[in-house]
């Protein structure tokens, strides 16, 4: 995470994991084996490929063979072979893995969060490098969150869980820090000016962005201004939706605000 955000709130992000990891429990317990074998929103993946996914990327944290994934040259290329791996397992093996996977990997981010450990910057494939403690907590709320309310739940036709402000404040700190550094890395070309970011809401916040990344907002101005619900933006934030088809506002100067929202695209 860049050093011009905000630290991130590593209490309410373990408390959040443990919730998330809750509800895709409850959820998942409550599918026939026709809606755990259907195709999720997510190309090319059955709802049983996304949880296998989720269980996957818990165990990335802690195991030898599962952290090759942190020095991947794609975090999306990176993702497939696992589940390629586990495609053929059965129902009840996807999940005792995600179970003990996800249990460990609470586990392990209520340790490091205490520890000097928590403040080591480790690399995540090509999308720069973060906290420990924040890519577990945040990379693993942020997976349950998303999969379950846009990739699972829709395609089965199903109403989304309900979340609190505490869970959309984890994925958020985590969507943001990922935003800012492939604005660091990949700068947008045009963006001479900052550009801020509001999400209102649970868990929302106000963000501004330059060619340098994410910062805390200050006294200064801010040439354009984007104001959405936070709970829209793990969706258009992802490019699973257009954010021209959500409730996006722009205020200011909107060319800059558009030149800005056509590159956002969190893995």
Sequence with gaps: MSKRLPPADLPNMAAA???ERAEILNF???LTDDEWTAPSAAAGWRVADVVAHIGATAGSFYTPAGMSKLFASSLEQGAEKPVDRRR?????????????????????????????????RVPLAEIG???LALMIGGALVFDHHTHLRHDIAPALGRPAPPTDADRMRAVLTWMIAV????VAKAPVAGLDARVALTLTGPGGGTWWFDEAGGLAPSDGKVAAHITAPALTFPDWGTQRSSWRDSDVTLTG???LATLFLDTVNVI
């Design 129 to 131: 490098r973060y906290p």
């Design 88 to 120: 053929d397992w059965s129902r009840a093996k996807v999940m005792a893995e995600y179970q003990r996977a996800s249990r460990r990997a609470t586990t392990l981010l209520d340790v490091v969060r205490r520890t000097p450990a928590a403040r080591v």
């Design 179 to 182: 935003l800012s550094n492939q």
């Design 253 to 255: 100067d909107t060319e």
């Design 28 to 30: 998942t317990s409550s």
């Design 17 to 19: 994991l443990r919730a």
